[in-house]
């Protein structure tokens, strides 16, 4: 299967860690680095099956910023496009975007998220944890299978200090010392 990955080193030397892993459940890759590999790897003409490099990060704290770019395939764009998966594509957008293999029958959670977006609460969270097990459980359009890891040393005399949960780094603007 083909692979795609960015040339930086981050992304190479993620590599080995994807390819032993998938080994064990019986994939192969053939891998591809190319530089600067987001423009490649949002080209649904391209037809890239995996890539290394996606990452989304939500622009709010509310699950629709997260699940709408990902899973939505009323956006599904020729240029640019974060449904990876091709969620929810239909056969005539496949037509219009050159994309090549089969795209009948793929499965889609549209109508899933158009339910979760119009709830609010407790509701609205509990639909949409409901979405991403569907998703995880049945779908699988994706497998999350790296996160980075940092180890943070504060000071004694840090009084205050809170993560900013998007960027998945401290929030500077809220962190206090003696």
Not at 72 to 77: E, L, M, V, Y
Not at 94 to 116: E, M, Q, R, T, Y
Not at 140 to 156: A, C, E, F, G, Q
Not at 169 to 174: G, I, N, S, V
Request: glycine share 8%; charged share 20%.
């Amino acid at each position: 299967m083909l692979l795609i990955a960015d040339t930086r080193q981050v992304d190479t030397k993620m590599l080995p860690v994807i390819q032993s892993s998938a080994k064990k459940i019986g994939i192969t890759f053939t891998v591809r680095t190319v530089e600067g590999a987001y423009p490649t790897i949002q080209t649904p003409s391209k037809n890239v099956p995996i890539a290394e490099r996606p990452g989304w990060g939500k622009d709010y704290a509310d699950p629709f910023t997260f699940f709408g770019p990902l899973f939505d395939g009323r956006n599904i764009i020729a240029n640019g496009n974060t449904n990876y998966s091709l969620m929810g594509i239909t056969p005539k957008q496949c037509s219009a975007l050159k994309i090549k293999g089969n795209c009948n029958n793929v499965p889609s959670v549209n109508a899933d998220l158009d339910k979760c977006s119009k709830l609010v609460g407790g509701s609205r969270t509990g639909c949409y944890a409901g979405l991403d097990r569907k998703l995880m459980t049945s779908i699988v359009p994706w497998v999350p299978y790296l996160w980075s890891y940092v180890t943070r040393i504060n000071s004694k005399n840090m009084t205050k200090y809170e993560f900013d949960q998007f960027a998945a780094t401290p929030a500077y603007a809220h962190l206090a010392v003696k």
